[in-house]
């Protein structure tokens, strides 16, 4: 946790915390248990900027920031824990490793599998009281359409923000 004692990089993940919270406030809802949410793209660029901690922290935050500014239920901590885990997984996917589609589409993968299908279904079950299984068979669906609309997403904002992060860095 050195690395937050940068000023550089307490801005950088400050900028990406207010986006996160903000982008935590758009979403689509299909129903109560599945909704598509834009806030891991923000999580997602961070961790191939700052890396798995810092991102990691980011996320946490922005879950509880957004929660605090609008929330849109109960406050339950096993959604500021897949936010964490969220930050965790792209920063140790993307963080100082070229962003090809390839990488970009494994970290999707494995973001999709441990948090949006695995974690997310969890915390859905216990807060809603809903059987595992019936949470899980509704949220799949979701997943699996999200995976290439989220890598492709990620592939061109990653690489462009790279682009523009870098220039900035040797400015």
Not at 71 to 95: D, E, H, K, N, Q
Not at 120 to 125: A, E, F, G, M, Y
């Amino acid at each position: 946790m050195s690395k937050l004692k940068n000023v550089k990089t307490l801005t950088t993940a400050g900028m990406f915390l207010a986006l996160a919270s903000i982008c935590g406030f758009f979403n689509l809802p299909i129903n109560q248990l599945v909704e598509i949410r834009f806030g891991s793209l923000v999580l997602a660029v961070s961790g191939s900027i700052l890396g798995p901690a810092v991102t990691a922290v980011v996320g946490m935050c922005s879950d509880i920031i957004a929660f605090v500014i609008k929330p849109t239920g109960p406050y339950f901590p096993g959604f500021t824990i897949s936010a964490a885990v969220s930050g965790l997984i792209f920063g140790l996917f993307l963080y100082k490793k070229e962003a090809t589609v390839w990488r970009i589409f494994l970290a999707v993968c494995v973001h999709t599998l441990v948090v949006g299908v695995c974690l997310n279904s969890i915390w859905l079950s216990i807060l809603y009281e809903n059987a595992f299984l019936v949470v899980l068979s509704s949220r799949i669906v979701k997943e699996l359409v999200m995976l290439p609309i989220n890598t492709v997403l990620l592939t061109v904002i990653v690489k462009s923000t790279r682009k523009v992060y870098s220039r900035k860095a040797h400015a």
